[in-house]
């Protein structure tokens, strides 16, 4: 167990054996620039041992000059939380991560991630998912547009699904997004798109919808 939240003056985070390590914080290390590569820089025989590594909580929360994750993350196969919200420059998520396959729970919020890694859907235990921004966030200056990947029948425990402000417009959400059988709340608050997919009338499960502050919306389908 290690916890090292709000030492906002550490730099760097040196390569740690993690072989029994079940919880790893650096919320709030806001002067770290990077972090190691937590399986790929360690012996070989340390590798093979940490496939099997019992590791299920990475809270990287408020981490502002953090770019990118390590793609070793994607190896911790008990990994069930991953908390990378309010990392400012954050723009992308390990293509792996879909190999995380006991994630329940994996917080985006207030990053710069604009296109999810397609792998996302096959996260099949994930439960809640976000990438909301801020209100003030909305119509950044390179004007990106958040892309959702389709959904492919994946995702089949998801209930919770935050895209607030994302600046999504038509063609952002999936088509196939009715296909999320156990969603049960959708934020969609604060984008600019003029129609929903048809498809959303197809979620059979869901019980709440919130469209607030979708001023260019034109049309719902039939829910």
């Excluded at 710069?112 to 909305?138: G, Y």
């Excluded at 958040?146 to 029948?153: D, M």
Aim: charged letters at 20%; one cysteine or more.
């Amino acid at each position: 167990w290690l916890n090292l939240k709000y030492c906002r003056r550490l730099k760097r985070f040196p390569c740690v054996n993690v072989e029994s390590l079940i919880y790893l914080s650096l919320q709030d290390c806001s002067s770290l620039e990077n972090l190691p590569e937590i399986l790929g820089s360690m012996k070989l025989e340390l590798q093979i041992q940490m496939l099997d590594s019992v590791i299920w909580n990475l809270g990287f929360r408020g981490l502002e000059n953090l770019v990118t994750l390590p793609t070793s993350i994607c190896k911790l196969k008990s990994l069930v939380e991953l908390d990378v919200s309010c990392c400012s420059k954050l723009e992308i998520l390990p293509e792996a991560i879909g190999d995380l396959e006991n994630m329940v729970r994996l917080d985006a919020r207030d990053t710069l991630i604009s296109q999810p890694p397609p792998t996302v859907v096959r996260l099949n235990k994930l439960k809640f998912l976000s990438f909301a921004k801020q209100k003030s966030e909305v119509g950044l200056e390179d004007g990106v547009c958040f892309v959702f990947p389709p959904v492919a029948e994946g995702l089949h425990s998801l209930e919770i699904l935050n895209l607030s402000y994302c600046n999504l417009i038509d063609g952002g959400l999936p088509e196939d997004i009715g296909s999320l059988s156990s969603l049960k709340e959708l934020y969609l608050r604060g984008n600019n798109f003029e129609h929903l997919p048809r498809s959303i009338a197809q979620l059979g499960a869901l019980r709440s919808l919130d469209l607030t502050e979708c001023n260019c919306l034109t049309l719902l389908p039939e829910l």
